[in-house]
T-cell receptor
Framework: AQSVSQHNHHVILSEAASLELGCNYS??????LFWYVQYPGQHLQLLLK??????LVKGIKGFEAEFIKSKFSFNLRKPSVQWSDTAEYFC?????????FGTGTSLTVIP | DTGVSQDPRHKITKRGQNVTFRCDPI?????LYWYRQTLGQGPEFLTY????????KSRLLSDRFSAERPKGSFSTLEIQRTEQGDSAMYLC?????????????FGSGTRLTVV
């Protein structure tokens, strides 16, 4: 079965620092990859997605992710984080209509 | 469009009791999904409906769990004879055709605590 793994469980950054959250996927074929964010007390929201084309994907709120097939990676980046980016971030992939989520990375941004 | 609505937001129940959760998807979405999320984990797939038909079920969905989507609109998830291990956040999501490529819209979830 397909899966994703997130190795950073907790990340603490100061405002304006750069962010990179790791995500590795297991499947060697065609993959769809997603990053979701869950702000405190809110529902999961889609940040960005990749399924083909340009491997550098831009999402909402200044986030981007790069699909690197040779490394089976889809890392999330943001050049300068804000306090409002404090949230839980989930990488995901899917097989048909079944999504597989990573265990999540908790990001805390200190003002 | 008010998004995906779930009711109740929180439910505390005694072990052995039955509970039922409701999900109202985005009105034009014909696909509806249930996921379960426990502390420190990402959401895990439970089941999926296209219109009123339940097309996929996870092995996580034991015989005590049943989901319905009558008339292809709202859905209910029932857990019979609840156990402490059922304590989790139950998430509902919906999508139109192509949700597998474009992602879902999630609700805020129902947090179940079994005491």
């Amino acid at each position: 079965a397909q899966s994703v793994s997130q190795h950073n469980h907790h990340v603490i950054l100061s405002e304006a620092a750069s962010l990179e959250l790791g995500c590795n996927y297991s499947y060697g074929g065609t993959v769809n990859l997603f990053w979701y964010v869950q702000y405190p007390g809110q529902h999961l929201q889609l940040l960005l997605k990749y399924f083909s084309g340009d491997p550098l994907v831009k999402g909402i709120k200044g986030f981007e992710a790069e699909f690197i097939k040779s490394k089976f990676s889809f890392n999330l980046r943001k050049p300068s984080v804000q306090w409002s980016d404090t949230a839980e971030y989930f990488c995901a992939t899917n097989t048909g209509n079944q999504f597989y989520f990573g265990t999540g990375t908790s990001l805390t941004v200190i003002p | 469009d008010t998004g995906v609505s779930q009711d109740p937001r929180h439910k505390i129940t005694k072990r052995g009791q039955n509970v039922t959760f409701r999900c109202d998807p985005i009105s034009e979405h014909n696909r509806l999904y249930w996921y379960r999320q426990t502390l420190g984990q990402g959401p895990e797939f439970l089941t999926y409906f296209q219109n009123e038909a339940q097309l996929e079920k996870s092995r996580l969905l034991s015989d005590r769990f049943s989901a319905e989507r009558p008339k292809g609109s709202f859905s209910t998830l029932e857990i019979q004879r609840t156990e402490q291990g059922d304590s989790a956040m139950y998430l509902c999501a919906s999508s139109s055709v192509g949700g597998d490529r474009y992602g879902y819209t999630f609700g805020s979830g129902t947090r179940l605590t079994v005491v």
